[in-house]
């Protein structure tokens, strides 16, 4: 269950971290917005940091058990976690960009983070951010405009979101199919991880940052950043949801490229 809470918390902020672009056109002010949602990043890498030892005690105890039956089931569920933590960082992202965009402007005020947390702290911040949630309303996707957007650009980055949601787990359950290559397995993970990383700033990154700046000069109406985000939303979700079919096959090919190093 700790695995489960840290993985849907590691894939709430990432699907949050998208709108930063949106608040960030929002205010004028995109690289102040990356900085500030830097701080958020803490939380995703501190969990992160937490989960995979985690991971890697379950491997390990149900190897040492000889109970490697339910391992499989187990990381269903923590891909699962994975996609609902996307959903609800989704359903998040209206209230989002309203109370980010307002600490972006804060943030011009005070002049620094420590400065900012500490008006943040005494200005009752739990009834500001009550005022600032917003229910996520269907009916702005009528206004998306899908036909402004390469359409590869979901497809590319729903591939590759599944490729790096079960890049780790798929390396360490593939350690309990072959437990006397189990390091070798786990060590994998990088690799995968980091093809998805290489296709991720090579291919969707740049196109994103091409939208978010056109936005910003004016070139491009603020409705095609939205369907930028709401793509980049839509294929993270769906991405989640491809890598429940893939896991085991990807399990499997790490297997084999294990055997064959090893």
């Known amino acids: 269950m700790i695995v489960i809470l840290f993985t849907a918390t590691i894939h709430m902020v990432d699907t949050l971290s998208y709108s930063v672009r949106l608040a960030g056109i929002r ?29 890697g005690s379950i491997v390990d105890r149900a190897i040492n058990e000889g109970d490697t039956v339910f391992l499989l089931h187990d990381f269903r569920w923590i891909i699962a976690a994975a996609t609902m933590g996307s959903i609800l ?11 980010f965009s307002k600490g972006i402007l804060k943030l011009e005020t005070a002049g620094s983070i420590p400065q900012l947390l500490g ?15 917003k229910k996520p309303a269907l009916s702005l996707l009528r206004e998306l405009t899908p036909e ?16 790096s949601t079960i ?16 390091i070798t397995a786990s060590q994998l993970s990088g690799i995968i991880n980091g093809a998805a990383t290489i296709l991720l700033a090579v291919v969707v ?22 369907t930028m985000v709401a793509f980049l939303v839509g294929g993270k979700i769906l991405g989640t949801l491809l890598s429940q079919l893939i ?12 055997k064959t190093i090893a």
């Open 27 to 55: 205010t004028k002010r995109l690289a102040m917005a990356i900085s500030l949602f830097n701080i958020i990043v803490l939380v995703s890498r501190t969990a992160n940091m937490i989960q995979a030892p985690l991971l």
């Open 89 to 99: 960082g989704a359903a998040l992202i209206p209230s989002f960009v309203v109370i």
């Open 119 to 133: 008006m943040v702290i005494f200005q009752n911040p739990m009834q500001k951010i009550r005022k600032s949630i």
């Open 148 to 163: 402004k957007i390469p359409p590869t650009f979901l497809v590319l980055n729903l591939i590759i979101t599944s490729i």
């Open 167 to 182: 890049g780790v787990l798929a390396a360490i359950y593939a350690g309990a199919l072959v437990p006397q290559y189990r």
């Open 205 to 226: 990154d740049p196109q994103a940052a091409i939208i978010t700046d056109q936005t910003l000069q004016g070139l491009r109406e603020r409705k095609e950043a939205n």
């Open 247 to 258: 896991f085991l096959l990807a399990a499997k090919a790490v297997v084999i490229i294990t």
